[in-house]
């Protein structure tokens, strides 16, 4: 256990006055993990803050619709988050009475929630002795043991999952785990380590090795893809149009403007060429067309999207245009919609 002590007394000293830190409600700690999967803490907390702000518990989320809570996550990315926290809060009304249940298994079969999250929320809340083991943890893991099984394996998961819970001392199995992510996310960091002031430098073979930036190894390697999509702002006497997104695709649930994707970059002569564009404006009589905003790159974790907009006058209505939502154009920020749109009204 002297590893788990060293972290736990790194941790009184170093951590950060977070607003989730002093919490015991599992609820606050859930909103809390689920948003710190996919993004910064300096960024999370004002987006943890508006979003309890306004579902402060189980019930409210549970209460809003679908759309709302897409709105109050409005930014922050990785929608899908969003979406299973609405669907897992009336699970847990429907279910479990409005009580968030105590039990690992329990919390782990509510939607959205994983291994880590589920260890996270049962550790913090109860002091169960179920190790977390996120990004910070593998790191923090792999150069004090010099482990060269990648991270992004069926077996990797499982050796890392135990050994994370071979160095946890379980009777102080919250201070632990806080204290093992915190220690990764500030001091084991991924490219510039505090190796000179570690308290684990004398215990951590990849310092040893005089390589601890190899550590952790992955095996695979994210392959991004590029996609292209053309906006058809279309406007007609102060009113414009907006579909929302479906399927299984990035930003499912928010809303856009009629969209055309490409396999390549097209100008818009090449745009108004494609049966899809012949498709939509058919009807729509004398078209007046300005280009608002091109080429604007966007980077998700897997893709990089080129985004046009083009602002487009319409003469009548098109039947086309009968499957999308008719809204006045200073409504549009009601809707959620995704960080593109949003950059592309700013301008």
Same mark, same amino acid.
């Given at each position: 256990m002297e590893i788990s002590d060293i972290l736990i007394d790194w941790y009184g000293t170093n951590k950060r006055d977070l607003p989730w830190r002093k919490a015991s409600d599992p609820y606050i700690i859930w909103i809390s993990e689920i948003i710190l999967q996919q993004t910064r803490v300096a960024q999370g907390?004002?987006?943890?803050?508006?979003?309890?702000g306004r579902f402060p518990d189980v019930q409210s989320l549970?209460?809003?619709?679908?759309?709302?809570?897409?709105?109050?996550?409005?930014? =922050? %990315? $990785?929608? #899908?988050?969003?979406?299973?926290?609405?669907?897992?809060? &009336?699970?847990?009304?429907?279910?479990?009475g409005g009580k968030f249940p105590a039990a690992y298994n329990e919390v782990l079969s509510l939607k959205g929630i994983g291994a880590y999250t589920a260890a996270a929320i049962v550790s913090f809340v109860w002091n169960k002795p179920y190790p977390v083991v996120d990004g910070n943890v593998f790191r923090v893991l792999s150069r004090l043991f010099a482990l060269d099984t990648p991270i992004d394996t069926g077996k990797g998961k499982k050796e890392y999952t135990e050994l994370a819970a071979s160095v946890m001392n379980p009777a102080k199995a919250a201070l632990h785990n806080q204290a093992i992510?915190?220690?990764?996310?500030?001091?084991?960091?991924?490219?510039?380590?505090?190796?000179?002031?570690?308290?684990?430098?004398?215990?951590? =073979? %990849? $310092?040893? #090795?005089?390589?601890?930036?190899?550590?952790?190894?992955? &095996?695979?390697?994210?392959?991004?893809?590029?996609?292209?999509?053309?906006?058809?702002?279309?406007?007609?006497?102060?009113?414009?149009?907006?579909?929302?997104r479906s399927g299984n695709d990035i930003w499912k649930g928010l809303y856009e403007f009629p969209l055309i994707e490409t396999e390549a970059p097209v100008d818009f002569a090449q745009l108004q060429g494609k049966d899809n564009f012949r498709q939509l404006i058919k009807g729509a009589?004398?078209?007046?067309?300005?280009?608002?905003?091109?080429?604007?790159?966007?980077?998700?974790?897997?893709?990089?999207?080129?985004?046009?907009?083009?602002?487009?006058?319409?003469?009548?209505?098109?039947?086309?245009?009968?499957?999308?939502?008719?809204?006045?154009?200073?409504?549009?920020?009601?809707?959620?919609?995704?960080?593109?749109?949003?950059?592309?009204?700013?301008?």
């Open positions: 907390k004002d987006y943890f803050l508006h979003f309890t549970a209460e809003a619709s679908e759309d709302e809570a897409l709105k109050y996550w409005e930014g =922050l %990315g $990785y929608y #899908s988050r969003a979406r299973n926290l609405h669907a897992a809060a &009336r699970q847990i009304m429907e279910q479990y992510m915190e220690f990764g996310a500030l001091q084991c960091t991924p490219q510039n380590p505090a190796c000179m002031f570690c308290p684990l430098q004398s215990k951590c =073979l %990849g $310092y040893a #090795s005089g390589s601890p930036l190899s550590y952790p190894v992955k &095996r695979h390697k994210t392959k991004t893809r590029n996609r292209y999509f053309y906006y058809l702002h279309i406007i007609y006497r102060g009113k414009t149009w907006l579909n929302r009589g004398k078209l007046s067309v300005s280009a608002e905003a091109s080429d604007i790159k966007h980077v998700l974790s897997h893709q990089i999207l080129y985004a046009t907009f083009y602002k487009i006058k319409i003469e009548k209505i098109p039947e086309s245009l009968q499957s999308c939502i008719e809204i006045p154009c200073y409504a549009i920020n009601e809707y959620a919609i995704p960080r593109l749109l949003q950059i592309y009204l700013e301008k």
